[in-house]
């Protein structure tokens, strides 16, 4: 029986000694395969960061917009598209966010201006804006820290609209974002939060207003000729521009919006910038829900600029 037993215990090692070399072959294997794999990775993502820097560069030899607008909207539809939580589609929103942001610093536009909350969002639910909320808190400061893309390109952060309808934690992660970039002086980033055109234009008159009133007050104060009302009280004459430059994009030293795009295929201004886009800008309609948005989408949005340009 001893022979028997000592075959029976060799078998296994017999076993081992031939399946260990092609485990390591597989290894091996698979270990080259996620090399080439990243390898192919890699030369796929800087051949498409070439050919993204190619076309801007094309771009940029035509006119380039000074002020370009965007309606960042079709987040929770990508969301439920990806089936995924709402509110992860507003993380993507904010990596769209800093993609797009850059591709219009690299086109050499000075000033980009993002619908990033409407105050009637506070009517969704409790949810969302308590993760809309928390988004932002930690969002404002990664955009604004050393490294990120706002010091890299020299952008100054203005956040447009009723701040203090937001959560004290909140409102200190807005001021300290202005704070770390008001020093930067190569472009302008407008976060319109909470916002409404309404409530802007609603603010302008009252500022104009209540400024015309002092006025009237001060010796040196000149009334318009033909300003006398009936009954012959004289009563100042409030312009357009005077509205115009109390606009809050206006007081943060934007310069007149060239073109707004909303994206995800509605089509709405949703009260957004109404004064400022009722002239001369450019209002362009996309289907790409926010999330999705790449140079792809602005291309043809800038080259249709230029033709509008080149043909006037």
Not at 271 to 280: G, M, S
């Amino acid at each position: 029986m001893q022979p028997s037993t000592a075959t029976a215990a060799s078998r296994p090692l017999r076993v081992a000694s031939i399946k260990a070399p092609k485990l390591l072959a597989m290894t091996a294997m698979c270990l080259t395969f996620d090399s080439i794999q990243r390898t192919a990775i890699k030369l796929r993502d800087n051949t498409l960061a070439r050919a993204q820097r190619a076309v801007i560069d094309v771009l940029k030899a035509g006119p380039v917009p000074r002020h370009v607008a965007f309606v960042m909207d079709g987040n929770r539809r990508y969301a439920r598209s990806q089936g995924m939580h709402v509110l992860r589609g507003h993380e993507d929103g904010f990596l769209a966010l800093r993609r797009v942001l850059e591709i219009c610093l690299l086109l050499g536009i000075r000033c980009v201006s993002v619908y990033a909350f409407s105050i009637d969002n506070f009517k969704r639910s409790q949810e969302e804006v308590d993760g809309l909320m928390h988004l932002a808190e930690v969002r404002l400061l990664e955009l604004c820290e050393h490294g990120g893309v706002l010091q890299e390109y020299g952008v100054r952060l203005n956040a447009l609209g009723k701040i203090d309808l937001f959560p004290p934690n909140v409102q200190a992660a807005v001021r300290r974002a202005e704070e770390l970039t008001k020093d930067n002086d190569k472009a302008i980033l407008n976060l319109c939060m909470p916002y409404t055109a309404t409530d802007e234009i609603k603010t302008a008159v009252e500022s104009a207003v209540q400024d015309a009133l002092k006025a009237s007050q001060t010796p040196a104060y000149v009334v318009h000729p033909d300003t006398h009302s009936p009954s012959g009280t004289k009563r100042s004459l409030i312009t357009e521009k005077d509205i115009d430059d109390r606009l809050m994009t206006s007081r943060v030293g934007s310069p007149p919006l060239d073109i707004l795009i909303r994206t995800s295929g509605v089509k709405r201004l949703s009260d957004y910038l109404l004064w400022q886009c009722a002239e001369d800008t450019q209002i362009q309609f996309i289907n790409t829900y926010w999330p999705d948005v790449s140079l792809l989408d602005i291309v043809p949005i800038m080259l249709d600029y230029q033709r509008k340009v080149w043909c006037t």
